[in-house]
Every structure is written in structure tokens, then in C-alpha cells.
């Protein structure tokens, strides 16, 4: 299975070899890698080598390792957590700005309401408008329930996109919405005018995911994200010039 690793690059190539081997199938789930010594002859690569090959397929979310007698290195699933998990760094990291979500969320919401729209099943659409339900009670209690508002529009948006049945987008698009709440409680956005406008776009796009308007539901998300991004950084552009001038005033 595994060849001789090219000496100019021996601990990179372990890796690749190990990791091709699994992506491909030739290690499926629950199999035990050879053990270290006969790795170690495979490869023609030191012990300190392999080891920290092997840590890092582990740490990429290939691999775990066994202790014990019988232990060893065993083949995990290979799940979208891994594409969340390094996107939730870079978010919590804030190597991520606002404006990069919000340019993502305009492309990706579109699509996934485009989708689910083609794939809705009457259940699904009577989950959707259970939502709708929940929001508008929010929304007739006013700016002091924007928080339980905003929940309900998360959810109904991660609901179009397991509607959508891409398993891709579900999954960064979870990682997302559980990481972008961090900029809308620091910068709280309140208004009934707001939240009204809000709603009546999730209600129309899940009336065009009931009916299959596939075209008519991508063009709703996309602009229905792409104002409220537009809010939101008026609002954090706001706050952060009143910010400013309270500590330039602070310093005079």
C-alpha cells in the first residue's frame, strides 16, 4: 500500500501517502494502519518522523490513536466537522471580517433557498411556517425579544439548508451563523420597523420554497441577507464612531 517516502520530503510525503490511502478507500473506516515498525520500514522514515506524521493526521481528523496492547493507529469518518472546526477558528480568531461573512452569506443563502425550494417536501414547509409562527411572536412583543427574533431566523435559515440536502452547506453555514451572533450582541440591533421588515422577507421565501419557486426563493435570501448585512455594518460603523468620539472627548 505504501512505498519508500521521498527523502528530499519524507515527513510531507508520509502524510500524503497515509492521507491518499484513506481518501481513496484504500483504508476504510475501523481499519488499524500497520503498526509502527512496519510503517517505519515501508517508509524508510525514523520513528520521531512518523510520530509526528501520524500526529498531525490526527489532528486533521483522519486518524486517532489507540493505546494499549492493541493499539495503534485506526481510520475515523471523514465528516464535514472537519471544514467547520477550521472555520470556527478562523472566526473565533476573527481572521474572518464581517464583510467576508456577509459577502459569503449573500452567495450561499441564495443558493440554499434556491435548492431547498426544489427539494421542499410538505412537512418540511409546515416546520418552515411553524417558525414563521415563532418569529412573529417575537416580533409583536417588540425590540426587547430582537435576541429570540434573531434565534428563530438562524434556525429557519440552517432549516432551508438541511432542506437543501447538501450536506456542505449545512454544515459551514452552522458554523457561521453560531460565530456571526458574537458581532450582532456586541453591536444590538432594535427596531420593530426592522424586525418587521425582517419577517416579511422569511415569509416570502418560504412561500416561494411552498411553491417551487426556485428562482424567486434564491433572489428573496440573496437580497434579504444582503440588507441586513447592510444594517448590520451601518450599525457597527455607528457604534464605533460613537465609540471613537467618546474616547477622543475622554482625552481632551
Same mark, same amino acid.
Request: without cysteine.
Given at each position: 500500500?505504501? &512505498? ?59 486518524? +486517532?490513536? #489507540? &493505546? ?24 473565533? =480568531?476573527?481572521?474572518?471580517?464581517? #464583510? ?26 409546515? +416546520? ?29 435559515? !440552517? ?24 458581532? =450582532? ?9 426592522? !424586525? ?6 422569511? +415569509?416570502?421565501?418560504? #412561500? ?7 428562482? #424567486?426563493? &434564491? ?34
Amino acid at each position: 500500500m505504501f &512505498r519508500k517516502a521521498k527523502q528530499s520530503r519524507i515527513f510531507q510525503d508520509v502524510i500524503d501517502q497515509i492521507q491518499d490511502a484513506i481518501l481513496q478507500g484504500k483504508l476504510q473506516v475501523g481499519d488499524k494502519l500497520p503498526s509502527e515498525r512496519e510503517l517505519r520500514e515501508m517508509f524508510e522514515a525514523s520513528r520521531g518522523t512518523l510520530r509526528e506524521a501520524l500526529r498531525v493526521l490526527e489532528q486533521k481528523g483522519l486518524i +486517532y490513536i #489507540k &493505546r494499549g496492547v492493541k493499539g495503534g493507529a485506526v481510520v475515523k469518518e471523514v465528516t464535514t466537522q472537519q471544514i467547520s472546526e477550521n472555520l470556527d477558528m478562523l472566526l473565533q =480568531y476573527e481572521k474572518v471580517s464581517l #464583510k467576508h461573512l456577509s459577502e459569503f452569506r449573500e452567495g450561499a443563502e441564495g443558493i440554499v433557498a434556491g435548492l431547498a425550494a426544489k427539494k421542499a417536501r410538505k412537512k418540511d414547509v409546515q +416546520y418552515l411556517k411553524s417558525l414563521l409562527t415563532e418569529a412573529e411572536a417575537h416580533l409583536k412583543e417588540g425590540p426587547s425579544h430582537w435576541g429570540e427574533f434573531l434565534h428563530v431566523d438562524s434556525m429557519l435559515h !440552517m432549516s432551508l439548508a438541511h432542506i437543501a440536502g447538501n450536506p456542505i452547506y449545512e454544515s459551514v453555514l452552522k458554523t457561521v451563523h453560531d460565530n456571526i451572533h458574537r458581532y =450582532y450582541t456586541r453591536f444590538p440591533l432594535k427596531g420593530r420597523n426592522f !424586525m418587521r421588515e425582517n419577517y416579511g422577507d422569511l +415569509y416570502s421565501i418560504v #412561500k416561494a420554497v411552498e411553491y417551487g419557486q426556485t428562482n #424567486k426563493a &434564491r433572489l428573496l435570501a440573496h437580497n434579504h441577507v444582503k440588507r441586513f448585512n447592510r444594517f448590520v455594518e451601518e450599525t457597527v460603523g455607528s457604534s464605533t464612531k460613537s465609540i471613537s468620539g467618546e474616547r477622543n472627548r475622554s482625552d481632551l
